[in-house]
């Protein structure tokens, strides 16, 4: 069957087709999962590295690798409801609570990693205590306590908190009821709005003082320029389509079936595309330094090194034998 019913908040039924999700979801995330689980652990890996010796923006990097990490291990449970196959109620909504989380602590810790380059780069000479490893971690912890608290107070006002193990968050509400509603419309301005606003202002400051500066070859100039514009390229098609999407939705689904179900495939593509944040994320910040450059061909000469040791213990094992 291609066709769900459910009800809305006045008991009159809301038919749609789910065929988008049940084809996309499986396809899109099994290729999100295979590219984004060893992308994170990299990232992950190189970033604690990089933490033991004392690099600050390494400790962001840490927090938004587990964010991402997550995230993508949820996918494989998004799979299976996608393929209508039988999910546990609570670990349905445990999902949906990951998912979102992901969301607002990753976009929190982007807003720290454009915050602490914007310093590092504006006001060289100032703020030295913000790069400091303890003040990072400080400020990581901060985020995630903030962004959790703030989840479980929306939760709580919604009263879908007292009923966490039965109400299957990951489940779409069709059509959103009023406060869903406007938590929808919170969450966009909070999660997305004022972070892109902050990024693109960091960003812009940073290019600005770059291009005024003499010791800077052209070429670094430009290498820097390019990156910050693809970070924050990633972020707006990323969350973009989502969020604007969420926005309709809040502004005018409330208990309106037609609109839901006009919207209803919009939506669920543009949650799937979120996932690109989190696959995209380790690559291009691991790209920010050189320390995690040189990491990287650390890791990948020392594996080439133990293939080429296997292939030739291979080959005398062959030759002996034929021998």
């Known amino acids: 069957m291609d066709q769900n019913t459910s009800f809305n908040g006045n008991q009159s ?3 749609y087709n ?8 499986p396809a899109a995330y099994s290729l999100f999962f295979i590219f984004g689980l060893p992308a994170n652990c990299l990232s992950l ?31 494989p449970v998004w799979i299976m409801l996608a393929k209508r196959q039988t999910v546990n109620d609570t670990l349905c909504s445990l999902i949906a609570v990951i998912m979102y989380n992901s969301f607002y602590v990753g976009s929190g810790l982007l807003c720290c990693i454009s915050m602490d380059r914007y310093l590092a780069v504006v006001f060289p000479l100032y703020f030295a205590r913000a790069h400091k ?8 912890m901060l985020v995630w306590l903030t962004e959790i608290t703030l989840h479980i107070g929306l939760l709580a006002y919604t009263k879908n908190l007292q009923q966490f193990s039965s109400k299957r968050l ?4 069709i059509p959103l009821d009023s406060q869903t509603a406007h938590m929808a419309i919170i969450r966009v301005v909070l999660s997305f709005l004022i972070p892109l606003f902050l990024m693109a202002f960091c960003f812009h400051q940073i290019i600005m003082c770059v291009g005024k500066s003499v010791s800077i070859v052209a070429s670094e100039r430009e290498k820097l320029r390019n990156l910050l514009l693809l970070l924050l390229l990633v972020y707006i098609v990323s969350f973009t389509p989502y969020q604007a999407v969420m926005f309709v939705r809040g502004l005018l689904e409330t208990d309106n079936c037609t609109i839901f179900k006009q919207l209803r495939n919009s939506y669920m593509v543009f949650v799937a ?15 920010m330094t050189e320390s995690a450059k040189t ?29």
Not at 19 to 25: F, G, L, N, P, S
Not at 170 to 173: F, I
């Open 133 to 140: 490893m303890k003040t990072a971690a400080l400020v990581s």
């Open 45 to 75: 890996y190189i970033a604690c590295v990089l933490m033991r010796r004392g690099n600050s923006l390494s400790v962001y990097l840490v927090n938004l690798s587990i964010s991402d990490l997550l995230y993508i291990i949820s996918l």
């Open 295 to 323: 990491e990287i061909l650390k890791i990948y000469t020392n594996c080439q090194y133990r293939l080429n040791k296997a292939v030739s213990l291979l080959r005398l094992s062959f030759s002996s034998n034929e021998s």
């Open 18 to 25: 789910d065929t988008v999700d049940a084809y996309m979801y």
């Open 170 to 173: 990951c489940e779409v509400t």
């Open 13 to 15: 039924s809301c038919v």
């Open 273 to 287: 595309t979120t996932t690109i944040n989190s696959v995209l994320d380790p690559i291009v910040y691991c790209l």
